[in-house]
């Protein structure tokens, strides 16, 4: 049976503010529907990218290149939720980072210009909106402080907390990436933990 993806997105709108039935087929009839395979990008670091992008189903990972051409992995994004706000993930245009599927994944496709004509005209949409980038700002300051004051054997943990069925699912070199860490140390941290 085909999922119902207008009552995901429901489902997504209302984690973050109050949403009806009515805002959220607004929503979904504006936009549209992208599959995605496995380990295909969804959008390119330094191209244009003008929509706002709703995960309904899937993994994916945001990543930089470094100066080596290795991806940097700066995010995950685990089931349903919703992609970092146009506003803060481009620059005159063009997006800052790629974002890549680590498994088959669905995505709901809004144009940024239509989702905020939307938003000006739906007090809930407005209301999601603002919570959307609240949530964002919180992660993102959660993040740096886990980076300045954890050390990687409890990035680890807080990984395994935090995306607890992800670990076996996803490559061991993009969780390592995430935590900032080698590979080996990533391997050497699960082993020492398999110990304990």
């Keep these: 049976m085909e999922k119902d993806y207008k009552q995901v997105l429901l489902r997504i709108l209302n984690t973050y503010a109050p949403v009806d039935k009515t805002a959220a087929d607004l929503m979904f009839a504006s936009g549209s529907m992208e599959k995605v395979k496995k380990n295909e990008i969804v959008f390119q670091e330094n191209r244009f990218e003008a929509f706002e992008y709703f995960q309904l189903e899937g993994v994916s990972h945001r990543y930089n290149l470094d100066e080596d051409m290795q991806a940097l992995t ?16 481009t ?11 680590l498994m088959d994944s669905v995505y709901l496709k809004i144009p940024a ?33 886990l980076f ?47 110990r304990k």
């Design 148 to 194: 300045r004051a954890f050390n990687a054997k409890d990035r680890l943990i807080w990984f395994r907390t935090k995306y607890s069925s992800l670990e076996n699912l996803i490559p061991h070199t993009i969780i390592a990436s995430f935590l900032g860490i080698t590979p080996v140390s990533f391997s050497r941290l699960r082993n020492d933990l398999a």
């Design 74 to 89: 700066t995010g995950i994004y685990q089931g349903e939720t919703v992609i970092t706000p146009h506003f803060a993930r």
């Design 113 to 145: 210009g239509l989702f905020r004509e939307i938003s000006d005209q739906n007090q809930q949409i407005r209301m999601f909106g603002r919570a959307v980038i609240e949530k964002e700002f919180i992660r993102s300051l959660n993040f740096e402080i």
């Design 91 to 101: 620059t005159n245009g063009q997006s800052i980072f790629t974002l890549q599927a």
